[in-house]
């Protein structure tokens, strides 16, 4: 889903139903400013790739606001383990081609 700060109430109810979500800007920043949101009782647990967040309502919409401005990503979590319980992490990048047909342009994996 992809939203702007004008749909907070938007992303609060995707968070609700999905309780897991990562929330990514979108304009290309190759993976950083990634947030991974979890929300557990009436905290949302954020972690920006460095620190683990837990903000209350009030502290996780001033984040939101935070965005204001800007547009982002939001999907739900979906945990990738090897068989060895390894996260690991795959990306496809796409674009459209000659024929404006989506093409795979890369594929990398962490």
Known sequence: MLIGWEHEGKALAFI???EQVMMKPDNRTL??????????????EVYDQTYLHRLNAVEFSGLLESFEAHRFVIQKYTASLTQE???FHVRVHLMKDGAGQWAI???GTL
């Open 105 to 107: 342009a890369g594929i």
């Open 16 to 18: 609700e139903e999905h």
């Open 31 to 44: 993976g950083k400013q990634i947030l991974y949101v979890q929300r557990k009782d009436d905290l949302y």
């Open 85 to 87: 319980g390894i996260p």
